[in-house]
């Protein structure tokens, strides 16, 4: 499971992100809060379903990109249309996916 550089969280869940990506990287699922990634397919752009899921033994070999984390089915659906929103702002484009994997690379690129 790989983490975006500029996660995105549900309001609720700002103060608490750290411990959030850490208790995913540590297995600790928790039913209440919504995974958004990248999509596992090439024609859409993003995905979320519940952290549950992933004690499934399909996402135990799928590499995840992990986009964003809300509160809830509501939370998840609101989260991702601001991130498709501030994406469209600063892209004048839909390409979701294309924008994150460019942020992300430079992030690393940065990085090293």
């Excluded at 869940?13 to 995974?35: E, H, S, V």
């Excluded at 519940?50 to 799928?62: A, C, D, V």
């Excluded at 939370?75 to 294309?98: D, F, N």
């Amino acid at each position: 499971m790989e983490f975006y550089c500029h996660m995105y969280f549900s309001e609720d869940l700002r103060n608490k992100k750290a411990r959030i990506i850490r208790g995913f990287k540590q297995n600790r699922l928790r039913p209440d809060l919504y995974l958004i990634t990248l999509a596992q397919g090439s024609q859409n752009q993003l995905e979320f379903f519940s952290g549950l899921l992933l004690k499934q033994k399909i996402f135990r070999t799928e590499d995840l990109f992990v986009v964003g984390v809300a509160s809830g089915y509501d939370e998840a659906l609101y989260l991702t249309e601001e991130i498709v929103g501030e994406v469209c702002k600063k892209t004048k484009t839909a390409k979701v996916r294309q924008y994150i994997l460019q942020e992300q690379a430079a992030y690393m690129e940065g990085k090293g």
